[in-house]
């Protein structure tokens, strides 16, 4: 999939063409958007994304590499688990009327390489970024947790 059809680098800060690979994240918009650093969290921001009151965002970004860590884990999937992780993936953007994806205008990049969209769902103690990212792996057939609201049960899996 060429994800720069939609996610387009002229979204990002750094407009830089060269990056092969996107990484993609699903969350709270107010949190995304308002929480530089965990010390700048806002009571009202965390209330709001605790309760599902706010609404939700993809944060694309854009690398031309990845290197294999402890918070970046390598798999190999076929091309029919691929398709199925890119239905889950698009899903989860909202779309305009002529079913683009909507880029949030901001000035809270992380980073020159990332932008943020639309999505669906809303953020709440139930359903958060790691309950996204770990329906994504269930979706295309790899190891992932019943459910849970934290990362390390994912990773703990591809130990």
């Known amino acids: 999939?060429?994800?720069?059809k939609e996610l387009k680098f002229e979204n990002t800060v750094g407009k830089d063409t060269a990056a092969s690979f996107v990484g993609m994240g699903w969350g709270d918009?107010?949190?995304?958007?308002?929480?530089?650093?965990?010390?700048?969290?806002?009571?009202?921001?965390?209330?709001?994304?605790?309760t599902?009151?706010?609404?939700?965002?993809?944060?694309?970004?854009y690398h031309k590499e990845l290197k294999e860590s402890s918070s970046c884990?390598?798999?190999?999937?076929?091309?029919?688990?691929?398709?199925?992780?890119?239905?889950?993936?698009?899903?989860?953007?909202?779309?305009?009327?002529?079913?683009?994806?909507?880029?949030?205008?901001?000035?809270?990049?992380y980073s020159t390489d990332d932008a943020?969209?639309?999505a669906k769902r809303r953020y709440n103690l139930f359903y958060t970024c790691n309950t996204w990212a770990n329906n994504a792996l269930k979706?295309?057939?790899q190891k992932a947790c019943l459910w849970?609201?934290?990362?390390?049960?994912?990773f703990d899996k591809y130990k």
């Open 73 to 109: 884990k390598k798999i190999t999937i076929s091309k029919a688990q691929y398709a199925r992780l890119i239905a889950y993936i698009t899903q989860s953007f909202k779309t305009d009327s002529a079913v683009h994806f909507i880029n949030i205008k901001t000035n809270a990049n």
């Open 148 to 154: 849970t609201p934290a990362d390390s049960p994912i």
């Open 1 to 4: 999939m060429d994800w720069s």
């Open 52 to 61: 599902g009151l706010s609404t939700s965002a993809i944060h694309a970004t």
């Open 29 to 50: 918009k107010g949190f995304y958007l308002n929480t530089p650093t965990w010390a700048q969290l806002k009571f009202s921001v965390a209330f709001k994304a605790a």
């Open 139 to 141: 979706a295309c057939g």
């Open 116 to 118: 943020f969209y639309e």
